[in-house]
């Protein structure tokens, strides 16, 4: 099971900031970072979908690993340095312009650079400290570097901005029981999600894993 990829919630940056070649060298990246690294980045795009077998901090679904090609990390690094390039031009001349910052943040998340995706991310929080969104992708990224303490207090901040949010109850769920041991802390999470979230597309997943976490309630 992974960690719930981040949705993309801010509008992008106009087009006028981009020139065809920046926006060129963007397409490619995602293009081939996607091929790579073989999961979806979106959960609008996935729809909360979720892989069976739990994934360890800053693996990224380690499970896949041997199905797909792989960049180095020092390739990795370099195309996504590259496509950071105009968004960090854009920042210089608008260095409090929110979505510009959370396109950044979210540009060095999907290229699994999460040091610099949790730089970032606190920088939008700062600005926007109620923005549920914002603060579980900050969640979620602190999780992939180890940290699962400041994981679930992102997650439970969002949660208080946001209760409903169903990928805050998921991340919170999968970082109580992978990082915590927590597995009845997990359970409450995502049976909180399926409340909440009566229509979830992934219900029957998330019975399943509520089963699971129940069983090793039980012992």
Request: charged share 20%; hydrophobic share 40%; with cysteine.
């Amino acid at each position: 099971m992974n960690i719930m990829p981040r949705r993309e919630r801010t509008s992008a940056i106009p087009q006028a900031s981009w020139t065809s070649r920046q926006a060129y060298i963007l397409a490619v990246f995602c293009l081939l970072l996607g091929v790579a690294l073989g999961y979806l980045f979106r959960a609008s795009a996935s729809q909360g979908g979720t892989n069976e077998g739990f994934s360890s901090p800053g693996d990224g679904g380690a499970q896949n690993q041997a199905a797909r090609p792989e960049l180095s990390p020092e390739e990795q690094k370099q195309m996504v340095d590259q496509a950071a390039a105009p968004l960090l031009a854009a920042l210089q001349t608008r260095p409090h312009d929110f979505a510009t910052i959370v396109n950044l943040a979210n540009l060095y998340y999907d290229g699994r650079q999460f040091f610099e995706a949790i730089q970032y991310y606190r920088r939008a929080v700062k600005m926007q400290p109620h923005n549920a969104d914002v603060l579980t992708d900050l969640g979620t990224s602190l999780w992939y570097t180890g940290d699962a303490d400041q994981a679930i207090a992102n997650f439970q901040q969002a949660l208080r901005y946001r209760p409903d949010s169903p990928e805050a109850l998921f991340n919170l769920g999968v970082v109580r029981w992978q990082g915590k041991m927590d597995p009845k802390g997990a359970t409450q999470a995502w049976e909180e999600l399926l409340e909440r979230n009566p229509n979830y597309p992934q219900r029957q997943q998330i019975e399943q894993y509520i089963a699971r976490a129940k069983q090793h309630i039980q012992g």
